[in-house]
Every structure is written in structure tokens, then in C-alpha cells.
């Protein structure tokens, strides 16, 4: 099995961060904006305009954020380097597979982190289990990560966590 990856590359996505997400005024954002709307800061290249000076106008949130590499799955592995602005049929789609995906790739970097960890062989295989669960063969739409057996292991990660903390902790 391979791990998709974790790592963010704004390059081979379509902005989808700066599109799917709402900005609440008890965020780090420095304007309100609904879900599915594109940022006014973004611009026609999928890129942030004031990328340079975030922090300083407020948008710390968007320094802090991270989609863990699922905003270039979807938007290459999904939907094949389509984006919403060449078909905007596809936004609401596309924005959707971002609020899936996201949470699965944080946890395979919880996973990821916990498997490096001197774990017992219980938990060992449990991390590996869950791992497994969350990466379904050959994926070609949001579906195959909205399965029940996706979604279960999805949400027994936080158990898991919770039993390997000590182990983490141990590593100082
Ligand atoms: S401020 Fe820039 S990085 Fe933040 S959501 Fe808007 S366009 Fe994206």
C-alpha cells in the first residue's frame, strides 16, 4: 500500500482551501466569507494575492492552514486537473471532495507519526489496520471515501490516538 501524499502542493490544486471554507468572524481570517465562495484575495491563477503579507492583514489562518495534501488529490486524482472555473458545475463538487478528503489526510499523518512511535504489536497493527481502511484501492470518485469502512476508521482514529499519547509522550 502507498500513503497518497501528505504534503500540501498549492501548484496542482485549484485553490480549493481558498474556495470551500467559510471565514467566521471568531477566526483568524480578515474578512467574512460563506463556504463554496472564493476568497477576494484569490486570483485568477489559483494564486493568493497577498500570499507575501498574509499575517499582517490579518489572515493567519491561512498561514496556519494545512489541507495535508488533499487539495492536489482532488483536484488531479478526482477530477483529472479540471477546476471549477473551467467548468463551475464543478465547484460545489469539487469543495465537497476537499471537506472529505482533508480529514482523512490529517489522520494518515496522525497515523503516520504514531507508526514511527516504539509502539506494543497490538497497537502496532492497529495503527497499520486504520491506515489500510483509509487508503481504498484505485479511488476514482469522493465516493469510495465516504464507504463505511472508510468513515468507521475514519472516526476510531481519536480512540486510537488517545491510547498511543502515553507512547508520544514517552518520546518527549
Ligand atoms: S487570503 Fe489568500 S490564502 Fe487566504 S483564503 Fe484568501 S486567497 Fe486563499
Known amino acids: 500500500m502507498t500513503l497518497p501524499d501528505l504534503t ?3 501548484s496542482r490544486c485549484a485553490a480549493l482551501c481558498c474556495l470551500a471554507y467559510p471565514f467566521e468572524a471568531r477566526e483568524d481570517f ?3 466569507k460563506q463556504a463554496d465562495t472564493p476568497c477576494p484575495n484569490l486570483a485568477a491563477n489559483f494564486q493568493c494575492s ?3 503579507d498574509l499575517a ?3 489572515f493567519g489562518g491561512c498561514v496556519a492552514y494545512s489541507c495535508a495534501g488533499a487539495g492536489q488529490r482532488v483536484t488531479q486524482d478526482l477530477f483529472e486537473g479540471e477546476t471549477w472555473r473551467d467548468d463551475p458545475d ?3 463538487h469539487m469543495t465537497h471532495a476537499l471537506r472529505v478528503l482533508r480529514p482523512i489526510h490529517e489522520a494518515l499523518l496522525v497515523l503516520q507519526e504514531a507508526a514511527a ?3 506494543p504489536r497490538d497497537l502496532q497493527e492497529r495503527c497499520a489496520g486504520l491506515t489500510r481502511a483509509l487508503c481504498p484501492g484505485n479511488p476514482s470518485s469522493v465516493w469510495d471515501f465516504q464507504e463505511d469502512s472508510v468513515q468507521q476508521a475514519l472516526a476510531e482514529v481519536p480512540e486510537f490516538v488517545g491510547r498511543v499519547a502515553p ?3 514517552a518520546q518527549g
Do not use: R, S, V
Request: hydrophobic share 50%; glycine share 10%.
Open 90 to 92: 464543478l465547484l460545489t
Open 167 to 169: 507512547f508520544a509522550q
Open 50 to 52: 497577498i500570499h507575501k
Open 117 to 119: 512511535l516504539p509502539l
Open 56 to 58: 499582517a492583514c490579518g
Open 8 to 10: 500540501e502542493d498549492c
Open 30 to 32: 480578515g474578512l467574512l
